[in-house]
């Protein structure tokens, strides 16, 4: 590539499976351009219309589409073809998604014309993509605290649908404001569910499935382990009761945290109106089995009788569940030195992954590098193989690791894993922005693929502009990557 195809392929997040440039005038996207939409299989009028529809929001014109008819083929149904040249813009596509993702790309490449105080159109670079994800889940997880404005999450969702994420995991730490269970929201912050509701609508319009989370074993208390916080009983101590006396886990022997948490799940997996999966969670499950009723189970029996309960639940609504991996393997075995890690050798768990059903997706949280233990350049990830040599389908799950995020894409591929569900957690802001969003997807979509610049700010910058217009964003704290420019704490004259 020459120089100026090397910065215009750096505008592509992530990068295109094959990208070719091929010299000559431009492609002006204008009104009565000509462009030809062939679909595989047969043509289809609502994606004529679609593609008119995303004409008039990213550019303003209304070209001359015609459709045509394509072979069908074997390739992913996000699977798109683009071929520019000066006089026709040509996009092949076997359905919606392979549109959406197909204009995504277009407007990332798309420049606006020279030589002119305000914009007077755009053009395209005459090019051939060829291009189909690596892997069919590319996931991100996204938290809602109660210090995580609701728009904060659209611009994310936004721009990972842009980047051609199409599952977005949503955590909120005990602010959906349950109908069922009011108790279980922290009632001055309630999130507001006709915005929430829009969010879910959103998804569907960009592309991503918005995945509800609910914690069904650790993180009972719906607030971070370091605050001491706990979204039930800090205001109902009544009901301690539900929960192991520390508060941390849920109490698995009494009948009433089952029937509470059901009430729970349902609710939210009807107001993300029935997506194809829910996560359970079930991480870091401390104090697991503390109370004296559980103590006299065995916690083995306990947990699988939970898990197996709310697998069956969801299975009658069509849908799979995904949990975290990290309780089902001990902590003290040596396979697994230097990887995530959490059940102990008294909770006697590493047996239950063998009684649970191959259709729970394990979702296996490593953040470090490709090699945990230097001494062995070949031990890298065993947890993932354990759980994929065991039946389940596995989730990759990184999450600030420069080297671990592209390393763990191309593990997907190689061991033929489920996908990668990128987390966030509260620590995704500034320069960690492009990493977890520009890292993460393109390991994602194609993992081997190098890219010839890697994911830079002002490619992040420029991408989270386009898709926050629709936003309408007036306040300066509402912009970028960041809320504020300096932390408070460094600004002169402050405390």
């Avoid at 199409?166 to 001055?188: K, M, Q, T």
Wanted: net charge neutral; with cysteine; charged share 25%.
């Amino acid at each position: 590539m020459d120089r100026h195809e090397l910065i215009q392929s750096s505008r592509l997040i992530p990068c295109p499976k094959s990208l070719r440039f091929a010299g000559g005038a431009p492609y002006a996207i204008q009104k009565q351009a000509k462009v030809l939409l062939n679909v595989r299989g047969g043509a289809d009028d609502s994606l004529k219309k679609r593609a008119e529809s995303l004409f008039r929001e990213y550019w303003n014109v209304s070209p001359r589409i015609t459709l045509g008819n394509a072979p069908v083929s074997r390739k992913s149904p996000e699977a798109y073809e683009i071929t520019v040249t000066e006089k026709l813009l040509t996009v092949t596509v076997s359905g919606m998604d392979g549109l959406l993702n197909a204009f995504k790309t277009l407007r990332q490449l798309a420049e606006a014309n020279r030589g002119t105080e305000k914009v007077t159109g755009y053009f395209l670079v005459p090019c051939v993509i060829k291009d189909e994800p690596a892997m069919a889940f590319r996931g991100i997880h996204l938290c809602i605290f109660p210090e995580t404005p609701l728009w904060d999450i659209e611009k994310t969702l936004r721009l990972a649908a842009y980047h051609k994420f199409n599952y977005a995991v949503i955590e909120a730490w005990g602010l959906f404001p349950f109908r069922s269970h009011p108790e279980f929201c922290w009632a001055d912050l309630a999130l507001d569910r006709h915005e929430l509701k829009r969010l879910v609508r959103l998804g569907k319009e960009l592309g991503i499935t918005l995945i509800p989370q609910f914690n069904l074993l650790g993180h009972a208390s719906a607030c971070r382990e370091i605050t001491g916080k706990h979204v039930v009983l800090d205001r109902h101590p009544e009901l301690e009761p539900l929960f192991e006396p520390a508060g941390w886990t849920w109490c698995l022997s009494n009948p009433e945290s089952r029937r509470i948490l059901t009430d729970l799940v349902l609710e939210l997996f009807d107001f993300f109106e029935k997506p194809p999966f829910f996560h359970i969670g079930c991480d870091e499950a401390y104090d697991m089995g503390s109370c004296f009723e559980c103590a006299k189970h065995e916690l083995k029996d306990l947990l699988k009788d939970h898990i197996l309960y709310f697998r069956e639940l969801f299975r009658k609504r069509g849908a799979k569940i995904i949990m975290w991996h990290d309780m089902l393997i001990d902590r003290n075995d040596p396979r697994w030195t230097g990887y995530v890690a959490h059940g102990k050798e008294e909770h006697k768990l590493s047996e239950l992954y063998r009684e649970l059903p191959k259709d729970i997706i394990i979702a296996d949280w490593q953040y470090g590098g490709t090699k945990a233990r230097p001494e062995d350049p070949d031990f890298t990830w065993p947890t993932m193989k354990f759980f994929k040599k065991a039946e389940f389908d596995v989730l990759v799950c990184p999450w600030l690791d420069r080297a671990g995020i592209p390393a763990l894409g191309k593990l997907v591929k190689k061991e033929k894993l489920f996908g990668m569900l990128e987390t966030t957690w509260h620590i995704y802001h500034d320069f960690r922005y492009q990493l977890v969003l520009g890292t993460a997807a393109c390991a994602a979509w194609n993992p081997d693929v190098i890219q010839p610049v890697q994911p830079t700010r002002f490619a992040m910058a420029q991408h989270l502009r386009q898709v926050a217009a629709p936003m309408k964003l007036k306040e300066y704290e509402k912009f970028g990557f960041v809320q504020k420019q300096v932390n408070p704490g460094e600004l002169p004259y402050s405390s």
